[in-house]
C-alpha cells in the first residue's frame, strides 16, 4: 500500500494559471474570430438581464413618482400640450397621406415595388455598455418577440444603431456613434451620398469621404440611404455641423449631430423592414 | 494541519453581485472614472483567503461578468487569472504592506486589467484613444485603503474563514 501523503498538494498555481490563461486566450480568439459560441452566448447571456433590470430600478422608481405625485393643474396643463401637439401631427399626416398615395402612383408609372410602411415593436432601454469606449445598450425586446440580429433601432427622432447581440429577452444594440459603426447616408436636399461613421462622440458622427467640391452644408439632413441594405431607406439620421474644406487635402472634414437624442431615450422603436428593404434594392 | 472550516462563504457570493451590479450601474459620462469593483472584491479576498478563492473561481467569476457587460468571452477571466495568480505569489508580502503601497500594487494590478482590456477592444477594432483606459485603475487605487477597512469590518463581523 503506497504511503498516505499527509500534505495533498494540487497541480502548483504555476500550472494551473498557465492552462487557465491559454484557455480563455483561446475562448477570447474563438469568441472574437468564429461564430461557433454565438448560440452559448445568447442563452447563457440572460444572465445578464436582472442586473441590468436592477440597474434600471431607480428611473423606474423616479418615473412612478413622477406619474403619481403630479398635481391635477399639471396634468391639465400637459393634457392641453398634447392635445395641440396631436393637432399638429395630425395635419402633417393628412399631407402625408396624400403625398404617399402620390408617390405610389409615381411609383407605380415607374414600374418600381411600392414601399410598404414598416411593422414596429416599442422597446425600453434598459442599460448601458460599462465600457466606455463602446456604445451599446440594451433593450428589453429579445428573439422571443421576433428581434434578429442587424435590426434598426429608432427613437422619436431618428435613427439610433442596430441590433448586435441577441438572448430570448434583450437585446443589445450597437449605437451609429460607436467608433465600430458605419452607415450609409445621403443628404436629405440633394441626394448626395457619404458614409457616416462613429467616432466614440455621442453628439458627432463623421462623414467620410466626403470630396472638396461636393455640395454640402452646415444644415443639411442626413438621412438613410438603404444603401448597406440594413437600415430602412428615409429616416433622418444627422444634421451637419461643421464642414471644414482644407485645400491642401483631398476630402473635406464634415461633421453631422446625430438626430436621435442617443443619451437620453428610454422608449424606441424597433424596426422590421425586411419588405421595405427588398422595394428599396428593387427600385435602384 | 487541517485547514479551518469553511464558514459564510455566502458573504463572498453577496459582495460579488453587487460588484457586478456596481460594474454595469450607468454612469454616463463618468463611466471612464468606474473603479473595477470586481477586481477589488477579488484581490481583497485572495489576500484575506488564498486557501479559499482560487483561480479557478476567479476564471468563473471572470466569465460571469464577460457575460454580464457583455465583452468578448474571456476577457474579464484572462485579466482575473492573471491578477489572482500575481496575488497568490505576493499575498505575504502584500498583507504587510501599507495602505498606500497596497494602493499603489492595486494600480499596476487594476493597470494590467485596464491593458488586456485595451488589447480585446483593439482586437474588436476600436481605436487605441490615449491613455485615458488607465483611469479606472487611479481611481481603484484611491478606493482601496477605505474599501480594505470596509471588506476587513466585513470579514470580521461575519466571520469569514
Known amino acids: ?284 | 494541519m487541517q485547514a479551518p472550516k469553511a464558514n459564510n462563504l455566502w458573504v463572498i457570493g453577496i459582495l460579488l453581485l453587487a460588484a457586478l451590479l456596481l460594474a454595469v450601474w450607468p454612469m454616463g459620462a463618468w463611466s471612464q472614472y468606474r473603479p473595477a469593483w470586481v477586481v477589488l472584491i477579488c484581490v481583497y479576498w485572495i489576500l484575506a483567503l488564498p486557501y479559499r478563492v482560487g483561480l479557478g473561481a476567479l476564471c468563473c467569476v471572470g466569465l460571469v461578468q464577460d457575460l454580464v457587460a457583455g465583452s468578448l468571452l474571456g476577457y474579464h477571466a484572462m485579466s482575473l487569472v492573471l491578477i489572482g495568480y500575481v496575488c497568490l505569489l505576493s499575498y505575504q508580502r502584500l498583507r504587510n504592506y501599507a495602505p498606500w503601497q497596497q494602493a499603489g500594487w492595486l494600480f499596476i494590478l487594476v493597470g494590467m486589467h485596464q491593458v488586456i482590456g485595451n488589447w480585446v477592444n483593439s482586437l474588436s477594432g476600436h481605436e487605441y484613444r490615449g491613455l485615458g483606459f488607465l483611469w479606472p485603475a487611479f481611481t481603484s487605487a484611491l478606493c482601496w485603503p477605505l474599501f480594505y477597512k470596509l471588506q476587513q469590518a466585513i470579514r470580521r463581523r461575519y466571520r469569514v474563514t
Open chain 1, 1 to 284: 500500500m503506497a504511503i498516505k501523503p499527509l500534505f495533498t498538494k494540487g497541480p502548483s498555481p504555476a500550472s494551473r494559471a498557465g492552462v487557465l490563461l491559454a484557455a480563455m486566450l483561446a475562448l477570447l480568439l474563438i469568441n472574437r474570430y468564429t461564430p461557433w459560441l454565438d448560440p452559448l452566448r445568447a442563452q447563457a447571456g440572460q444572465l445578464a438581464v436582472p442586473f441590468y433590470w436592477l440597474t434600471h430600478v431607480p428611473s423606474r422608481i423616479g418615473e412612478w413618482l413622477e406619474g403619481n405625485a403630479r398635481s391635477r393643474d399639471e396634468l391639465e396643463n400637459e393634457n392641453a400640450a398634447l392635445q395641440s401637439e396631436m393637432l399638429v401631427l395630425k395635419r402633417k399626416v393628412q399631407q402625408m397621406a396624400s403625398l404617399a398615395a402620390e408617390n405610389v402612383r409615381l411609383r407605380q408609372l415607374l414600374n418600381s415595388a411600392d414601399l410598404i410602411e414598416d411593422r414596429v415593436l416599442v422597446a425600453e432601454l434598459i442599460g448601458v455598455s460599462p465600457d466606455p469606449q463602446s456604445h451599446v445598450v440594451v433593450v428589453n425586446k429579445g428573439s422571443n418577440d421576433g428581434v434578429y440580429v442587424g435590426q434598426p433601432l429608432l427613437d422619436a427622432h431618428g435613427l439610433m444603431g442596430q441590433v448586435i447581440d441577441l438572448t430570448p429577452i434583450s437585446s443589445r444594440v450597437m449605437l451609429i456613434t460607436d467608433p465600430t459603426h458605419a452607415l450609409p447616408v445621403q443628404v436629405n436636399r440633394n441626394g448626395v451620398r457619404a458614409i457616416a461613421e462613429g467616432i466614440g462622440d455621442l453628439y458627432t458622427l463623421k462623414l467620410r469621404h466626403v470630396s472638396s467640391t461636393v455640395d454640402i452644408r452646415v444644415g443639411d439632413v442626413l438621412v438613410s440611404s438603404g444603401l448597406g441594405q440594413r437600415f430602412p431607406v428615409g429616416y433622418p439620421v444627422a444634421e451637419v455641423v461643421s464642414v471644414t474644406m482644407s485645400p491642401g487635402k483631398p476630402f473635406a472634414d464634415v461633421l453631422a449631430k446625430p438626430r436621435a437624442q442617443l443619451n437620453r431615450s428610454r422608449h424606441v422603436l424597433l424596426v422590421f423592414d425586411n419588405e421595405a428593404l427588398d422595394a428599396g434594392a428593387e427600385s435602384q
